[in-house]
């Protein structure tokens, strides 16, 4: 298995919804992330875990909180966002090889919060 | 600080003709450095990379690119484009130790003419 996946693909939901985003990979990386992406600019990195704790959080607002269950899933979870929040929201994880890392993204989930 | 310039903020080709996407670097150390596509709606598929050793870096589907220390640049070719190149495409230098920390270019969007 060498892909990261994520669900769902596609997610409407009101300002007052709680929801959650899951990304999953078997690949036995151990650093995982998000990342933010709005229409037609480079991904924004949110938050990265390392060996299933939390390394990295890139002042993101607390209405976002990740979750790393194990090392093979990362959940983002959404509670009453805004609009502004709609955006493709990509979970990628890394292989580090001699102190060499490269990521590996998955397909995204596309958000509309409305 | 590492920061990314992609200067061409949108190139069209005409089919079989030849691509060079230009991606300039300014980092302090020896940078590693990466090249993603993304097609419309999808998550980033890695290219190819460079983190040491010989200048030129084959990727996949037919994509290389040249690492230029004096110029900083590392900019991607590929000979003969097909259609389905058309996409967006991001350069990114990482830090050699956490490529969670990478900081990408703000893209080049790939228009491919018949």
């Known amino acids: 298995d060498t892909e990261v996946t994520q669900t769902p693909k596609h997610l409407v939901m009101g300002m007052t919804n709680k929801k959650s985003l899951k990304c999953e990979q078997h690949m036995g990386h151990r650093a995982m992330y998000w990342y933010k992406q709005k229409a037609k600019k480079p991904p924004e990195l949110m938050f990265v875990y390392s060996y299933e704790k939390l390394s990295i959080n890139e002042s993101v607002p607390s209405r976002f909180s990740p979750e790393c269950p194990n090392s093979s899933l990362l959940n983002l979870h959404l509670h009453a966002l805004q609009p502004e929040d709609s955006a493709l929201y990509l979970c990628a994880s890394s292989l580090t090889n001699r102190g060499q890392e490269t990521q590996y993204f998955g397909p995204g989930t596309r958000l509309l919060v409305l | 600080a590492q920061s990314v310039t992609q200067p061409d903020i949108h190139i069209t080709v005409s089919e079989g003709a030849s691509l060079e996407l230009r991606c300039n670097y300014s980092?302090?150390?020896?940078?590693?450095l990466f090249w993603y596509v993304q097609s419309p709606g999808q998550g980033l598929q890695l290219l190819l990379k460079y983190f040491s050793g010989d200048t030129l870096v084959q990727g996949i589907k037919g994509f290389e690119a040249e690492f230029k220390r004096s110029q900083s640049s590392f900019n991607l070719r590929k000979p003969s484009v097909h259609w389905s190149d058309a996409a967006e495409y991001f350069c990114?230098?990482?830090?050699?130790?956490?490529?969670?920390?990478?900081?990408f270019g703000d893209g080049t969007t790939l228009t491919v003419k018949p």
């Open positions: 980092y302090g150390a020896t940078p590693y």
């Open positions: 990114a230098v990482g830090l050699n130790t956490n490529a969670g920390k990478s900081t």
